[in-house]
């Protein structure tokens, strides 16, 4: 149902905007709980767009040029921008921060060495 689906969406972005409101969005001072709360936001809003666009491409052609379909139309573009935006801020947010959990944490994942395993043909024990 198209409607639940809007409902739905409003309702868990007003819960997102007041967990994230008093935060500053600066990726030096971003703190491991913060990357944790945007990671799992970020996986729901994507689940969440995929359903949108499935939900979407179901709608007859007369829903999906009322006024219901059109704003789930835009829901999902501007959702999909929001996205990306969001996993950007992740990462870069992983990258620099000073927080040095998230620095240990980040660094299993993100290498800084960029000829790392290239040009190397030597084992080494770890």
């Not at 709608?59 to 996993?87: D, P, Q, T």
């Not at 992983?94 to 927080?99: A, E, H, R, V």
């Not at 960029?114 to 030597?122: E, H, K, L, P």
Request: glycine residues 8%; hydrophobic residues 40%; charged residues 15%.
């Amino acid at each position: 149902n198209p409607n639940v689906y809007l409902k739905t969406a409003g309702f868990i972005g007003i819960i997102d905007a007041l967990c994230v409101s008093k935060w500053t969005f600066d990726v030096k001072s971003m703190t491991e709980i913060q990357a944790i709360v945007i990671c799992c936001g970020t996986t729901f809003d994507l689940s969440w767009c995929i359903i949108g666009s499935i939900l979407f491409t179901q709608l007859s052609y007369s829903c999906e040029h009322s006024n219901v379909g059109l704003m789930i139309f835009a829901y999902i573009i501007a959702k999909w921008i929001y996205v990306g935006c969001r996993i950007v801020f992740l990462i870069s947010g992983c990258q620099s921060s000073d927080d040095p959990h998230l620095q240990d944490r980040s660094s299993r994942y993100f290498s800084y060495d960029s000829n790392r395993g290239y040009g190397s043909n030597t084992l080494q024990a770890v």
